[in-house]
């Protein structure tokens, strides 16, 4: 969502002053921020804005200075924790494609299997299963567990 327009904003605020005194009264407010997900009580709002009503000109320095950085804030956790959550079951969804047994890891055995099944593996890759998952493997166990799967994955697909 981007940040609303001046005009955007005259409309809204037309289309909230009800009674057309030109002012936006703390309950027309109130039920505009309930529509946009922000729950809060009369009181709050008045101690927040020290008025009853708003006219036009406050009504855009309510929005630059709440709801405008409110907007911000969300969009910049909540996309960046939308989209680590969305890699994150990707990332295991393809994990569990690799491993076969459901052992939790994934071997060069295992890998060889799933690049044959996808025809792209030849006898050469063999030896090149076992030295990607050297690469990756931290613990030297010779298997890539989850994180090490994800650090092979975010390694070669920034």
């Not at 809060?40 to 406050?58: A, C, H, P, R, Y």
């Not at 890891?105 to 044959?116: K, P, R, Y």
């Not at 593996?121 to 090149?128: I, K, L, Q």
């Amino acid at each position: 969502m981007s940040p609303l327009s001046t005009n955007d904003l005259n409309r809204i605020f037309h289309k909230l002053d009800r009674n057309r005194d030109g002012f936006v009264s703390l309950d027309e407010l109130k039920w505009l921020l309930e529509r946009i997900g922000v729950q809060t009580s009369e009181d709050e709002l008045q101690s927040l804005v020290g008025k009853n009503s708003l006219d036009m000109i406050d009504f855009m320095l309510f929005y630059d200075s709440v709801i405008k950085e409110n907007l911000e804030e969300q969009r910049k956790t909540g996309d960046r924790e939308e989209d680590e959550e969305r890699l994150e079951r990707e990332l295991a969804q393809a994990f569990k494609v690799y491993d076969l047994n459901g052992d939790g890891f994934i071997s060069s055995e295992e890998l060889q299997s799933v690049l044959s099944g996808l025809g792209l593996w030849n006898e050469h890759c063999g030896r090149d299963c076992r030295s990607m998952i050297k690469v990756f493997d931290t613990n030297s166990d010779g298997l890539l567990d989850f994180e090490e799967f994800k650090n092979m994955m975010l390694v070669s697909n920034p």
